[in-house]
């Protein structure tokens, strides 16, 4: 058994100390909104929060995380900054499959909540592991920057 602070609540995991975070997220916390895309930590859309960083759930074992903050897509309406950034993600028509947009939100709070005004370059660098196979790269951009825009 294993202790997670998942979401601001101690809950405990039942899965062996090596399973991937995405898996002991999906199958033994019920948290469904961490997507599985290539299992490889190329893709993004596992992303979640370790300790307020971005880390790629499919790659990252559940022990890694024992006793430390897991932040998942499901908290982010709880966040002021993971807020603002789902709410630019409307305004600006950033989801069209939708696939990938649970990992590109959990990478967007991350750089904001770390950099209030991201240049282009931070916003580029912070995004360049989430693919959006839709190509909505430049709508990403602009949503960041509104939310940047409100938080400055």
Request: charged share 15%; glycine share 8%; with cysteine.
């Amino acid at each position: 058994m294993i202790t997670l602070n998942l979401n601001g609540r101690d809950v405990q995991c039942d899965a062996d100390p090596a399973t991937p975070m995405l898996w002991a997220l999906r199958d033994n916390l019920n948290m469904t909104g961490t997507k599985f895309g290539c299992g490889a930590a190329l893709c993004g859309a596992c992303t979640i929060h370790l300790n307020g960083q971005p880390v790629r759930s499919c790659v990252t074992p559940v022990s890694a995380a024992a006793g430390q903050k897991v932040t998942t897509i499901e908290a982010m309406e709880n966040d002021p900054v993971g807020k603002a950034v789902q709410a630019a993600w409307i305004r600006h028509d950033v989801p069209q499959c939708g696939y990938c947009q649970s990992g590109q939100i959990m990478s967007a709070a991350a750089l904001l909540q770390t950099k209030k005004n991201p240049t282009d370059a931070d916003i580029d660098a912070a995004m360049s592991g989430n693919i959006c196979r839709c190509g909505t790269y430049q709508r990403i951009r602009a949503a960041i920057k509104d939310v940047a825009g409100t938080l400055a």
